[in-house]
């Protein structure tokens, strides 16, 4: 049983920074792919960045690319997500999510086999 636990969303005036944490337990996660999606209301669930457990290779969402960065904690079966610049629609529910497998697929939920139960994040303007 995979188990993913997000934490480190909060309140942040726009132009400010959080990290997002995602503590992965229950397998060997060497050839998974770890994302992070976020969801705002009534928005469909949006990609944001994947990281490649095994070689680490890193892929973003057009909007977040050069604010975000997306990294990973291999003795701590950790995956970050430092958000950096954060604009007002940067808010939502950010969840965490596992691929199992080697094949280079990352940028739609249906993809994932596993989801933490997400963490809100709010960015006043």
């Known amino acids: 049983q995979v188990q993913l636990v997000e934490s480190g969303g909060g309140l942040v005036q726009a132009g400010g920074s959080l990290r997002l944490s995602c503590a992965a337990s229950g397998r060997t996660f060497s050839s998974y792919t770890m994302g992070w999606f976020r969801q705002a209301p009534g928005k469909e669930r949006e990609f944001v960045a994947a990281i490649r457990w095994s070689g680490g290779s890193t892929y973003y969402g057009d909007s977040v690319k050069g604010r975000f960065t997306i990294a990973r904690d291999n003795a701590k079966n950790t995956v970050y997500l430092q958000m950096n610049s954060l604009k007002p629609e940067d808010t939502a529910v950010y969840y965490c999510?596992?691929?199992?497998?080697?094949?280079?697929?990352?940028?739609?939920?249906?993809?994932?086999?596993?989801w933490g139960r997400g963490t809100q994040v709010t960015v006043s303007s």
């Open positions: 999510a596992a691929r199992i497998g080697s094949s280079i697929l990352y940028d739609s939920p249906t993809y994932y086999n596993y």
